[in-house]
Each structure stands twice: as C-alpha cells, then as structure tokens.
C-alpha cells in the first residue's frame, strides 16, 4: 500500500469514529445527563458540532489530497467524495438553519424542533456509511 493510500485509509476511518463517537453518542447523551437543559445541552452542542465541523474539514482535505494523490480504482475516488460533498451541505445549508433555531431557544424564545434537524441526522447516517464503504474499498486495494 502506498503512504497516499495509507494516509487516506486512516484519515477515512478516524473521520468515521469522530462522526460516530460525537452524533450517536455524545449529541443524544448529552441530553439525558442530570441537571443539563435544553438551553445548556445546545450550547455545549454547538461548540462541540463547531469543533467537530473544523476537524472534518481538516480530514476532508487531507482525503481529498490523498486520493487524488494516489489515484486508486474509481470506486474509492467517488465513495470518498459522498462525505466530502456531505459534510459541504451539512455546513452550507443545514447548520445555519439549525443555528437559528438554537438561537431563540438560547434567547428564551420557544422554537419547535427544526426538520433541519433530521436532514442533519439523515445526511450524517449516508456520510458514516460513505466512510465505512471507503475505507473498505481503500483496504482492499
């Protein structure tokens, strides 16, 4: 395996832990933790999202590089850009949405659950799957 490959193997499966450990894990616990109110549980989450959202970033570039460096069979060229272009929406188009409605609540105003919400979910559960598949395909190169 070349380092590019290497590099991008690794950098695809730390992406998939991050995005895993923090939206099925961390962003539903954090809720049910005593004392923590929806207010506090959004504020936290913002922060964590907004630092999460700067390492993909960083690993979305490093992958991209990588890749495109190492050239392997199409399939792995494609599945490793469903993330990229993904995490690209999620920032574009659904987290500014989401970051409106946690500004009323965080301003004491009632907001009812954003559908924002479940396309962040939903574009996360494709951009965990696109990474699994593309690790696979980069180990079995």
């Known amino acids: 395996m070349?380092?590019?490959l290497a590099l991008a193997t690794a950098v695809t499966f730390v992406w998939l832990g991050m995005v895993t450990a923090i939206s099925f894990v961390e962003a539903p616990l954090k809720f049910r933790a005593p004392g923590v109110t929806l207010p506090i549980g959004l504020g936290i989450g913002r922060l964590v999202f907004?630092?999460?959202n700067i390492a993909e970033l960083?690993?979305?570039v490093v992958l991209a590089?990588?890749?495109?460096s190492a050239m392997p069979a199409a399939r792995s060229?494609?599945?490793a850009t469903v993330p990229v272009v993904i995490l690209v929406v999620?920032?574009?188009l659904v987290r500014p949405r989401l970051a409106r409605r946690s500004d009323r609540v965080l301003a004491g105003n009632d907001a009812p659950r954003s559908d924002a919400h479940y396309w962040y979910v939903g574009l996360e559960v494709v951009k965990v799957v696109a990474?699994?598949?593309t690790g696979v395909f980069l180990l079995t190169i």
Do not use: D, G, N
């Open 58 to 60: 960083t690993l979305a």
């Open 77 to 79: 060229i494609i599945t």
């Open 65 to 68: 590089s990588a890749v495109l």
């Open 50 to 52: 907004r630092a999460l």
């Open 90 to 92: 999620q920032i574009v």
């Open 131 to 133: 990474l699994l598949i």
């Open 2 to 4: 070349s380092p590019s």
